[in-house]
């Protein structure tokens, strides 16, 4: 496809925002720090994950401003870190959360979800969807069609249509 | 957190999509499928990743059903094949959207989208967001609970809440 072609990948979003988090781990760290999980052992013992990996993640992901690092201690032991979310890291749920969705969908046994995500208001199901900002929704892939933005590295005029998003095939 | 070390997270629909798409020259392939990119030298163009790399990935997003496999010939040529996003593919723009969006904020210089995904209908921005069964939303990680579903491997009761998400500090 010629228009994709001719505008650079050097600067995705997708590829940065996987820079940060894109390792198996790392989301699973995520996913426990979203569950209310804020000790290293308590973390190591639901990942069952090594320990060396567990802090390597935990250092990653403190240093790209996803967790805060803060301690406690208990009384007659020494002072230990414990791990809370920040807004950064915070707005990552949407990510989990399709990530969720879409292995109930088509990877859980039966479609059964094991985790239920619920709204704090009235209880009801949560799912990640697309919406455009005038609200129309929710969206998929056929619906939605890619333009360069203001950012992007290209050699072309920027009103020009990068391609429209691929749907299932016979879906046009 | 008790609630949370509880149950088990064997089966953990987080995990399961990350161990189909968790790698990413993977997802990076899946983003090239969505703007449209059908052929290998193309998509190894765009990427810039080795060949076996590329070649190893689609084997695994067709075994997966996620790509679909198709050929072509161009006159002259030999049949050469090409990939197509399958349903369950498909599926997985909202996980790339949530992606994009969030290295937008985050990791973007100045925050400006170097990719505009906009909608078919109207031409505004699209945005991946939360929202729950009866519309509310949309929704943020402390707007949101989880509690074992329907698959949970658990010994505990089914109605208790396995724990708050978290959302960033000191907004409870």
Redesign the interface.
């Known amino acids: 496809?010629k228009q994709?072609?001719d505008y650079s990948?050097a600067?995705?979003?997708?590829?940065?925002?996987?820079?940060?988090?894109?390792?198996?781990w790392t989301?699973?760290v995520l996913?426990?720090?979203?569950?209310?999980?804020?000790r290293f052992d308590?973390m190591q013992?639901?990942?069952?994950c090594a320990r060396n990996v567990l802090s390597d993640r935990l250092a990653t992901l403190v240093e790209a401003g996803i967790l805060?690092r803060s301690h406690y201690r208990e009384h007659g032991q020494r002072e230990r870190p414990e791990y809370?979310?920040?807004?950064?890291?915070?707005?990552?749920?949407?990510?989990?959360?399709?990530?969720?969705?879409?292995?109930?969908?088509?990877?859980?046994?039966?479609g059964?979800?094991?985790?239920?995500?619920?709204?704090?208001?009235?209880g009801?199901?949560?799912?990640?969807?697309?919406?455009?900002?005038?609200g129309?929704?929710p969206?998929?892939?056929?619906?939605?069609?890619?333009?360069?933005?203001?950012?992007?590295?290209l050699n072309r005029r920027n009103d020009e249509v990068?391609?429209?998003?691929?749907?299932?095939?016979g879906d046009a």
């Not at 013992?45 to 069952?48: E, F």
């Not at 809370?84 to 915070?90: A, V």
């Not at 969206?139 to 590295?153: E, H, M, N, S, V």
Request: contains cysteine; charged residues 20%.
């Open positions: 496809m994709r072609m990948a600067n995705c979003s997708v590829a940065a925002a996987l820079s940060v988090v894109g390792e198996k989301l699973l996913r426990e720090a979203f569950y209310g999980i804020k308590e013992k639901v990942l069952g805060e809370h979310l920040s807004k950064k890291g915070s707005d990552l749920f949407v990510v989990l959360l399709a990530l969720m969705q879409w292995g109930d969908q088509w990877l859980a046994k039966d059964e979800p094991p985790v239920a995500v619920l709204h704090n208001g009235c009801l199901a949560v799912f990640a969807e697309m919406r455009c900002a005038d129309h929704g969206l998929t892939a056929k619906d939605i069609y890619a333009k360069p933005g203001p950012a992007a590295i990068i391609g429209t998003v691929e749907g299932p095939r």
